[in-house]
Nanobody
Framework: QVQLVESGGGLVQPGGSLRLSCTIS?????????VGWYHQAPGNQRELAAT???????VYADSVKGRFTISRDNAKNMVYLKMNSLIPENTAVYYC????????????????WGQGTQVTVSS
């Protein structure tokens, strides 16, 4: 089993910054293929903000390119999302996401989500 716990959300003024953290607790034998951050605003679908493969390749949504940075600390089992130049439209619940596989079933990919952390951008 894999558990993800997000933290770091809160209220920030437009133009401000926040860093979200995701703590990954994974069972022995689970290999992470990709990590990501998604956001979901009220009334909207959950959408990708940023993702990173195990090889370090990153993909960002056009709306956050140049302002958000995803990073990972493998030694600490942490994933981060640094968000700069925040705008009210970034207000959403942010979810950490992990894709990976277990040694016992290498042909099947598993997807896990955290519980989310609220980010509110407002003056």
């Amino acid at each position: 089993q894999v558990q993800l716990v997000e933290s770091g959300g809160g209220l920030v003024q437009p133009g401000g910054s926040l860093r979200l953290s995701c703590t990954i607790s994974a069972a022995s034998g689970f290999t992470i293929s990709a990590v990501g951050w998604y956001h979901q605003a009220p009334g909207n679908q959950r959408e990708l903000a940023a993702t990173m493969t195990s090889g370090g390749a990153t993909v960002y949504a056009d709306s956050v390119k140049g302002r958000f940075t995803i990073s990972r600390d493998n030694a600490k089992n942490m994933v981060y999302l640094k968000m700069n130049s925040l705008i009210p439209e970034n207000t959403a619940v942010y979810y950490c996401n992990v894709w990976g596989e277990y040694e016992s079933s290498p042909l099947r990919m598993y997807n896990y989500w955290g519980q989310g952390t609220q980010v509110t951008v407002s003056s």
